[in-house]
T-cell receptor, first 114, second 111 residues
Framework: DAGVIQSPRHEVTEMGQEVTLRCKPI?????LFWYRQTMMRGLELLIY????????DSGMPEDRFSAKMPNASFSTLKIQPSEPRDSAVYFC????????????FGPGTRLTVL | KQEVTQIPAALSVPEGENLVLNCSFT??????LQWFRQDPGKGLTSLLL?????REQTSGRLNASLDKSSGRSTLYIAASQPGDSATYLC??????????FGKGTRLSVIA
């Protein structure tokens, strides 16, 4: 298996632009997670899905952030409009079940908003 | 609200030394605890998962212990090597809830 796939690996954009991050989970995994990692705040859970349904989006910082999972093999995290404070590494992870199994992380997308 | 703390934040040791990384959590009602490794610029890799009913798990030179009642876990690394240099994160789950992560311990093993 190729593991969790994320694209792009790096994204540099200007403030106010729309940013879309993409994730393909491991085939057969039922749970998908989006995290954000910064030096100051560490690893923060933004949102997670079970069987393509959003379960908890309380970590999404603002209405500028949205996430979708149209099918079991694809998810997007969108930021519109982007701001410099959104600069971080965004990770996608998947697991067989949300809290009981090992999570497998993608390589991350490093986002820089100028 | 569950909080996970890892001490120290950074650690530097000479090659060959045995070392212990610490993790504490505030709510002992956990389902499992996991240790992850993160290399610079990379994602997290799961090292060990301990179920709440277990006391420890071992994988090669790594041994993780869990004391649920005191809210503590340790990751023991034997005979450390420069390749062990990375950030180690601890995370706990209460079951059908997502993992709560600590901020990690950055380990440097000096040759």
């Amino acid at each position: 298996d190729a593991g969790v796939i994320q694209s792009p690996r790096h994204e540099v954009t200007e403030m106010g632009q729309e940013v879309t991050l993409r994730c393909k989970p491991i085939s057969g995994h039922n749970s998908l997670f989006w995290y954000r990692q910064t030096m100051m705040r560490g690893l923060e859970l933004l949102i997670y899905f079970n069987n393509n349904v959003p379960i908890d989006d309380s970590g999404m910082p603002e209405d500028r952030f949205s996430a979708k999972m149209p099918n079991a093999s694809f998810s997007t995290l969108k930021i519109q409009p982007s701001e410099p404070r959104d600069s971080a590494v965004y990770f996608c992870a998947s697991s067989l079940a949300s809290g009981t199994d090992t999570q497998y992380f993608g390589p991350g997308t490093r986002l820089t908003v100028l | 609200k569950q909080e996970v703390t890892q001490i120290p934040a950074a650690l530097s040791v000479p090659e060959g030394e045995n070392l212990v990384l610490n993790c504490s959590f505030t709510d002992s009602a956990i389902y499992n605890l996991q240790w992850f490794r993160q290399d610079p610029g990379k994602g997290l890799t799961s090292l060990l998962l301990i179920q709440s009913s277990q006391r420890e798990q071992t994988s090669g030179r790594l041994n993780a212990s869990l004391d649920k009642s005191s809210g503590r876990s340790t990751l023991y690394i034997a005979a450390s090597q420069p390749g062990d240099s990375a950030t180690y994160l601890c995370a706990v789950s209460a079951g059908n809830t997502p993992l709560v992560f600590g901020k990690g311990t950055r380990l440097s093993v000096i040759a």
